[in-house]
């Protein structure tokens, strides 16, 4: 079972990123998946989740400007990022299930001028 | 929104000392969804207890959870080397999921 982000990077504030989760060892649209941020030595932040039957839900601070996604013949998890602003920069994590196991390695993601 | 604190925000203690983390919820957390994670420096944190009480596979039993409602404690029964870290709470009953602000576990 692992999970690889990818997709990170130095995005302008007001710009736009898509994430990416691949998943291996497991069948993503069979579980709960969620994406958890954790800025620069600060703690973590649950961000979104995806229900099995597609529903979701957002953290206030990103709602109206992220989606949460999946491909299923892709298996993959992905998180899109709109309007970004700085307080958006941080290691962005995907992880299974309700309780959150496994993680990923996690991707950076820097909002900056 | 469930807000869980933990203390204290940082324990100082030696190796094969017993650690005692504490996390306190806001509200009730519903049928005591609660998990623990460790973070190490440049890690993605992994998890420790589920359930409030349960061990995730492969976490050494030195390692328990325990509490209900709103009140939560993990223990660390003896602290190896590696048990140094920063541990987490997470409550998963009620959206929005919810963090702990995360305890320091650093050596004496």
């Known amino acids: 079972v692992q999970l690889v982000e990818s997709g990170g990077g130095l995005v302008q504030p007001g710009g736009s990123l898509r994430l990416s989760c691949a998943a291996s060892g497991f069948t993503v649209s069979a579980h709960f998946m969620t994406w958890v941020r954790q800025a620069p030595g600060k703690g973590l932040e649950w961000v979104s989740i995806?229900?099995?039957?597609?529903?979701?839900y957002y953290a206030d601070s990103v709602k109206g400007r992220f989606i949460i996604s999946r491909d299923t013949p892709k298996n993959t998890l992905y998180l899109q990022m709109n309007n970004l602003r700085a307080a958006d920069t941080a290691v962005y994590y995907c992880?299974?299930?309700?309780?959150?196991?496994?993680w990923g390695q996690g991707t950076l993601v820097t909002v900056s001028s | 929104e469930i807000v869980l604190t933990q203390s204290p925000g940082t324990l100082s203690l030696s190796p094969g000392e017993r650690a005692t983390l504490s996390c306190g919820a806001s509200q009730s957390v519903s049928r005591s969804y609660l998990a623990w994670y460790q973070q190490k420096p440049g890690q993605a944190p992994r998890l420790l207890i589920y359930d409030a009480s349960s061990r995730s596979t492969g976490i050494p039993d030195r390692f328990s959870g325990s509490g209900s409602g709103t009140d939560f404690t993990l223990t660390i029964s003896r602290l190896e080397p590696e048990d140094f870290a920063v541990y987490y709470c997470h409550q998963y009953g009620t959206s929005p999921r919810t963090f702990g602000q995360g305890t320091k576990v650093e050596i004496k």
């Open positions: 995806l229900y099995r039957g597609g529903t979701t």
């Open positions: 992880a299974r299930d309700i309780w959150f196991d496994p």
